[in-house]
């Protein structure tokens, strides 16, 4: 069975990069059927989908981060990363790091399952 | 972008009795791409119902999804002690993939 375990600093600073590590058990990154993608939850809000990446680095972000976000997977070492520019307070959430089935034709994907446990990153000097 | 409201915003019932969800789309939801998740406190949201109305791998069957267009209900039939948690929903048919604000399932 696929587990995720998201790791990486739990304090950033203002301006700085947010780098996080999600790192697969139980299953492989290199495959053609699957996204691996980040969705963050701020403290007492909604979720939001940041992207997702294919092994193979086809991509697709949130356009509302999309200038300041990169998916990237490494199939050598079972795992993926989101880094995440410019940093300010209202980057401040719970990061989840997730799996979800490519669409047929692959035209995007389908929904998230499983789910790694969540990191808290705080943005804060 | 697929705005998703979930109505009401806190629910309370008691154990035993039937919750009905609500999940409505700013615009239609194609091929009925939209999922149901349960986040308990502390915990990462789990996967309940797939296209509207297929529950995942080792769901209870207490819980069904139903739904079309712009409009999806998540029915618990009889809550049991665990069911109490905040419920998402998601639609997966037009990026941004968007979630709806949830909706918090408390005990009376």
Request: hydrophobic share 30%.
């Amino acid at each position: 069975q696929l587990h995720l375990q998201p790791s990486g600093p739990g304090l950033v600073k203002p301006s700085e990069t947010l780098s996080l590590t999600c790192s697969l058990s139980g299953g492989s990154s290199r495959t053609a059927d699957y996204y691996w993608g980040w969705i963050r939850q701020s403290p007492g809000k909604g979720l939001e989908w940041i992207g997702s990446s294919s092994y193979n680095w086809n991509t697709y972000y949130n356009p509302s981060l999309k200038s300041r976000v990169t998916i990237s997977v490494d199939t050598s070492k079972n795992q993926f990363s989101v880094k995440l520019d410019s940093v300010t307070a209202a980057d401040t959430a719970m990061y989840y790091c997730a799996r979800a089935r490519r669409k047929f034709g692959d035209q995007g994907f389908l929904w998230f399952d499983p789910w790694g446990q969540g990191t808290l990153v705080t943005v804060s000097s | 972008e697929i705005v998703l409201t979930q109505s009401p915003g806190t629910l309370s019932l008691s154990p035993g009795e039937r919750a009905t969800l609500s999940c409505r789309a700013s615009q239609s939801v194609g091929s009925n791409y939209l999922a149901w998740y349960q986040q308990k406190l502390g915990q990462a949201p789990r996967l309940l119902i797939y296209g509207a109305s297929s529950r995942a791998t080792g769901i209870p069957e207490r819980f069904s999804g139903s739904g079309s267009g712009t409009d999806f209900t998540l029915t618990i039939s009889r809550l049991e002690p665990e069911d109490f948690a905040v419920y998402h929903c998601q639609q997966y048919d037009s990026l941004p993939y968007t979630f709806g604000q949830g909706t918090k399932l408390e005990i009376k």
